[in-house]
Structure formats: C-alpha cells, structure tokens
C-alpha cells in the first residue's frame, strides 16, 4: 500500500494526521474575586479541535487531593461531580479555540486552584497550567512565625547546624516563606515541607528549614523568616 492509500484510509476512519501533541495553556495564573462575582476561566486548546474534546476540570487546594468538578462532552452534555453546583457552567469558543469554565455567584468555598485536562483512551494526558480563583475577605487568618535556633548538640561541633521556621494559623494554604540574615534574603540550603492543613482542618501550617555552617551562626546577629501571605498587607516575620 502505498502513502496515498494510507492517507485515503485514515482520513475514511476519521483519524487525525496531526502528530503535534494537544496543548493546553491557561492564563492567568491567579483570577482575584468577591463573593457574589462572577469569573470565567480559560483554557487555551493548540493542536485539537476544541469542538472534539470532552474536557474535564478538576481543582486542588493545598494540602488536599484534587476534587473533581464537571466535564464537558463534545455533544454539549454536562457531567458535574456530586458537590459541584449548576453555579459552575462550562462552554467552549470555537473561534479563539479555548475552553471555559465560568462561576456564578463565587462563594469563599469556590476559591482553589483549577485545571483543564483530557485523558486520552489510549494513556496520554494533556494539561493545563492551572488558575487560581483568589476569592477576597477581609477575615482571613493572619500566619503566626516561630523560628526555633539550632538544637544545642549542633551548636558544639563545627559541622552544619540547621534552623527551623514554623509558620502556622494562615488560610488560604497559599503562602510564600523566604529567609534573611541581617536583612540580606538568602536563597541556598533552604528546604521547605509542602503546605498541609492543622488538626483542626480550619487553618494551614508549613514548615521551612535553613541549613549553613555553624561559624555562620555565630557570626550573624540575626537570623529571620518571612511569611508573605494575603491576609497582611506586610509581612509576618519572626527572628531568631
């Protein structure tokens, strides 16, 4: 069989020659919000015709496992997961070639970061960046700092010694934690635990380690971790 007959036969079986992946792009990055708003997400489609997919959102907040939330067939028919209301609406632009999920009367529970994706039968994923949906209060919980010092059995020998930062009481779980000593930010020897929800489910904690040599440590006035969260308009520190 020759190279016409093959392209004759997989155009009758309706199969693409496009060898180009599917991509999806989603921007931004974070949509901020009020309760009550509106907030139309996109999802960009290169390579696929948007009209042929069945696109599937899911969300995820930090420290938990991703939720399902609706997937849209190409024949228009709407699959939403049990918890997922008729506030959230999906629909595609043939034109501009996207995908979109829009959210009617945005609620505090709403506020998440989302994901457009397709899962092929035959295994390949195809993903989008993600948006978070920054929903705006004025009560949020401001994150406390304590930065402990090294542990005293690191402190009489000359290796390494290692401090640590608890930065706890914060929600949303977004949170951004950076280290200084005498004002001046550092970047190296810093390891941070992913963020995770308290005991009591209400509230995020994160945990961030600065390892450096213990003539550093004592060489140094001062030591500090940065917590940059949404609920201060300036940073939470704590020093050590």
């Not at 034109?95 to 999920?101: A, E, I, K, P």
């Not at 004002?183 to 992913?194: V, Y």
Request: hydrophobic share 35%; with cysteine; glycine share 6%.
């Amino acid at each position: 069989m020759n190279y016409l007959q093959i392209l004759c036969a997989v155009l009758l079986l309706g199969v693409s020659v496009n060898a180009d992946p599917t991509i999806f792009s989603q921007s931004p990055s974070v949509i901020p919000v009020t309760p009550g708003q509106t907030v139309t997400l996109e999802c960009a489609v290169k390579n696929e015709n948007v009209s042929r997919i069945s696109m599937r959102w899911i969300r995820q907040s930090p420290g938990k496992a991703p939720e399902g939330v609706l997937r849209y067939m190409a024949d228009n028919k709407i699959y939403r997961a049990p918890a997922i209301s008729d506030r959230f609406v999906p629909s595609r632009d043939t034109v501009r070639s996207y995908h979109l999920l829009t959210i009617n009367n945005v609620q505090a529970s709403d506020d998440s970061k989302y994901y457009c994706f397709v899962y092929y039968s035959d295994g390949p994923q195809a993903w989008g960046e993600g948006t978070r949906v920054q929903v705006l209060r004025s009560d949020l919980p401001r994150p406390s700092v304590q930065v402990l010092p090294p542990p005293q059995e690191q402190l009489s020998g000359s290796g390494q010694v290692t401090l640590s930062c608890l930065v706890s009481g914060f929600f949303p779980g977004y949170i951004d934690i950076q280290w200084s000593v005498d004002g001046q930010r550092l970047t190296d020897n810093i390891q941070s635990s992913p963020v995770s929800l308290d005991s009591s489910g209400n509230s995020y904690l994160a945990i961030s380690y600065l390892k450096l040599p213990a003539a550093d440590w004592k060489s140094h006035a001062r030591y500090s971790c940065v917590a940059t969260h949404e609920s201060s308009k300036v940073p939470v520190i704590g020093s050590v």
